[in-house]
């Protein structure tokens, strides 16, 4: 019972947003002959480690302000619902931060070598992601409280995941790979839209005032069409620059992707909103993953 009720706490269905980009970026790597097994296990690992991180950080951090509360919609918090205590999670949030940390300086040390120069860069955004993980909503001035986390899900899980993955098996930055990272970094900012979409009125009521809350609902729709047409506009100008035709598997992703987005637009019911939150995720997921399956296969046409 108590682990499953950690496990819950860990919240699955938001994994895949962190291994997303680490796929993708891996991929774009072997793409131009990169690829390393040691760095794609390592990074996989700090990135599940960040976002488990993330999510019980914002277990405590919104049970602490107030968020959560029987008003709100999706699966019950651990620390809402009674099944963990707070101070338990915030022994977890220590653990895995240092667990982060450990896996993301084994990471350096693979890839990096004495690359001095990259060690400093990569330990500064490695820093700042553990923080970025942390004070979401936890702290005094927790940035997702006023609206800054669609900007921190886009670098993280967009241009340093992509980018940053891609450096650490290659040691070099191609121009044509920010368009894909940009792609998956606009796809988790809607995956986070939507979540905050749905849970835009108690968020208005407790003094969370993230993106959604202060466009309105309408615009927060609106903004969200935005994000999921950039992604694959992006997604497919990078497919067409770098005549990796099977590329074009990303498009299997599309149409759910937009139908998804259309009833975003058009739904008013948080449960159904719930719903998409997962299949966007999923989505997601499938978005980076065809990409990625297409450029292997360009490698070796069948």
């Given at each position: ?270 449960k159904i909103l719930d719903g998409l ?26």
């Amino acid at each position: 019972m108590v682990i499953s009720t950690w496990i819950e706490a860990m919240r699955l269905r938001t994994l895949p947003l962190a291994t997303a980009s680490i796929i993708l970026g891996s991929a774009l790597a072997a793409y131009h002959h990169g690829f390393k097994t040691s760095v794609f296990i390592l990074a996989m690992s700090t990135a599940l480690l960040l976002q488990i991180l993330s999510n019980f950080a914002n277990d405590y951090g919104d049970a602490v302000h107030g968020t959560d509360n029987e008003t709100r919609v999706g699966p019950a918090r651990a620390i809402q619902s009674g099944a963990l205590s707070a101070a338990s999670v915030k022994k977890a949030v220590i653990i895995c931060a240092i667990l982060a940390m450990v896996s993301g300086l084994a990471l350096l040390t693979v890839s990096l070598g004495e690359n001095w120069r990259a060690w400093a860069c990569f330990i500064g955004l490695g820093v700042a992601a553990v923080i970025a993980a942390i004070t979401y909503t936890m702290g005094k001035m927790p940035y997702g409280y006023r609206g800054f986390g669609d900007v921190s899900v886009f670098l993280f899980f967009g241009l340093l995941g992509v980018a940053g993955s891609y450096y650490l098996h290659t040691g070099a930055l191609e121009r044509s790979v920010w368009l894909p990272a940009i792609a998956s970094g606009l796809l988790s900012a809607a995956v986070l839209n939507i979540n905050n979409i749905r849970d835009l009125e108690p968020d208005k009521a407790a003094g969370k005032n993230t993106l959604a809350v202060r466009l309105g609902a309408h615009l927060a729709r609106i903004y969200h069409q935005l994000l999921v047409v950039g992604a694959l506009v992006a997604f497919v100008i990078f497919v067409s620059e770098v005549h990796g035709y099977a590329g074009y598997l990303v498009l299997l992703a599309a149409i759910p992707l937009v139908k998804s987005g259309w009833t975003v637009y058009r739904s008013q019911d948080p449960k159904i909103l719930d719903g998409l939150l997962k299949t966007t995720a999923k989505l997601s997921l499938l978005a980076n993953v065809t990409l990625s399956v297409g450029l292997l296969i360009s490698m070796h046409p069948l």
